[in-house]
């Protein structure tokens, strides 16, 4: 039986926004411009500009609304082609705390050690709506913690590097049919709640300033491989098979089943230009590997279900295999631009943006994953006080997706393998339309007041 197909999903397509309240505002154009703390995600190279000791500590406000009219085709009795009402995710904003150390070690050394994690939403749709095939509740959230130097070589060569312990917590509840039927008496609910709570990574840096008006950056992360571990259930309440008598308990549970995926490779580059002094512009471009994770595996599973019926046949009752799921997805580019000016000495604005393509193709598209092609649209500013030891950071940003008519999908209920001849039914035509955006805060103090150049 395939019981855990849903999972695929939580691999993701795609981030939904970089970490970084200051980047936010740049519309993630913070590649060779990084100045703070938050240089270890997007350039280490960055950390040889911290001026001073100082601390951060921040919170980020995420959220993604989506709507999903799923259509219900025609039938062989003459029911017309039909919209069932629409599936929203209720989910609410997601919290993400941000916080780190950065200091200069004398002239040609930066570092800094810090806790960041990547910008995602959380998911929660009605229990019983006509999405519950492909998601019901989905949380996934993934952060980074370690330490990142920089060192300057030669008068204009700056080099970074970063060692990450990554940590990853997948939870996703979905529903499996039995039957093939769109229909709650037919359906499994299925949880799988499972964490990898050590992977080590790496990220390293580059950059390069030949005059103090231009700088070049370039960044880049190798893929980073997860095995998630915990547990999974099979919930059969409301299911025929267990009102009907031919299951002896509803609901069952694996302790330990284990979940491979991976983050791909992520290479950045950009290019900062300062007319003035007090403004930098920047374009940058951000590729990620999404194309390379093949397939995603579901190992160590073992749950049998209890049963006294003939009809279940003993080998129907129990799952103990590897599971290995097609990721099927694309590699994404984003184009970005930023402006960050100086307006005044205790004043400082940004604006920035990003398009990007989307991992997947239409007929892949599911309310577990709404990856369209995208753009972001942020704005944000700095207020220095007491000479610039406290410094507080306010960044809002826009999500824009491209809104889908989906009449050719592949996306299917997924079978629970007990009744043989089942047909799972494609459920992933209708109409999608989603936004969303991002709201931080963040304040930095520095041990000392900056000093006169």
């Given amino acids: 039986?395939?019981?855990?197909m849903g999972s695929a999903a939580l691999a993701g397509g795609y981030f939904y926004s970089d970490a970084?309240?200051?980047a936010t505002g740049r519309g993630g154009a913070f590649v060779a411009g990084a100045n703070n703390q938050f240089a270890q995600y997007y350039n280490p190279a960055g950390l040889?500009?911290?001026e001073r000791p100082t601390f951060n500590l921040g919170l980020s406000g995420v959220n993604q609304s989506v709507t999903f009219d799923r259509l219900r085709p025609a039938t062989e009795t003459g029911a017309p082609e039909a919209f069932y009402e629409p599936a929203r995710n209720e989910g609410g904003p997601f919290a993400i705390p941000q916080l780190g150390f950065a200091t200069p070690l004398g002239e040609y050394v930066g570092f800094a050690l810090g806790f960041y994690s990547p910008f995602s939403p959380s998911t929660m749709f009605e229990e019983e709506g006509p999405q519950r095939y492909s998601a019901k509740e989905a949380r996934v959230y993934q952060f980074t913690v370690g330490p990142s130097i920089a060192v300057r070589p030669h008068p204009v060569v700056t080099l970074g590097v970063g060692l990450q312990w990554n940590y990853l917590l997948v939870d996703q509840t979905v529903d499996i049919t039995v039957s093939g039927n769109?229909?709650?008496?037919?359906d499994i609910a299925v949880q799988a709640q499972v964490v990898d709570p050590f992977t080590l990574g790496i990220n390293a840096g580059l950059l390069v300033d030949p005059v103090d008006e231009v700088s070049f950056g370039l960044s880049a992360q190798p893929r980073t491989e997860y095995e998630a571990r915990g547990t999974g259930t099979l919930d059969f309440d409301g299911n025929g098979l267990a009102e009907s008598g031919l299951l002896t308990k509803a609901?069952?549970?694996?302790s330990d089943v284990a979940l491979a995926i991976a983050l791909p490779w992520v290479v950045r580059a950009g290019v900062a230009v300062r007319p003035v002094p007090a403004l930098e512009i920047e374009a940058a471009v951000v590729w990620q590997d999404w194309s390379s994770l093949q397939d995603i595996t579901i190992d160590e599973i073992d749950i049998e279900i209890e049963s006294?019926?003939?009809?279940?046949s003993e080998d129907q009752r129990r799952v103990d295999d590897t599971i290995v799921l097609p990721?099927?997805?694309?590699?994404?580019v984003s184009y970005r631009l930023g402006v960050e000016a100086r307006v005044h000495d205790q004043l400082a604005v940004r604006a920035g943006g990003f398009i990007e393509n989307a991992a997947l193709t239409p007929q892949q598209l599911s309310v577990a994953l709404v990856d369209t092609p995208k753009a972001q649209l942020g704005m944000g500013g700095s207020v220095f006080l007491l000479d610039e030891q406290l410094r507080f950071d306010a960044s809002a940003a826009l999500l824009l997706f491209r809104n889908q008519q989906i009449r050719d999908s592949t996306v299917t209920q997924i079978d629970a393998g007990i009744l043989p001849d089942t047909v799972p039914r494609v459920i992933g035509n209708g109409d999608i339309a989603t936004s969303g955006w991002v709201l931080g805060l963040q304040a930095a103090w520095s041990f000392r007041a900056k000093e006169n150049k």
């Fill in 308 to 312: 006294d019926s003939p009809i279940i």
């Fill in 251 to 254: 609901l069952y549970t694996d």
């Fill in 48 to 50: 040889i500009r911290i």
């Fill in 327 to 332: 990721a099927g997805l694309r590699d994404t």
């Fill in 182 to 186: 769109d229909d709650p008496g037919g």
């Fill in 1 to 4: 039986m395939i019981l855990w």
């Fill in 20 to 22: 970084g309240i200051v």
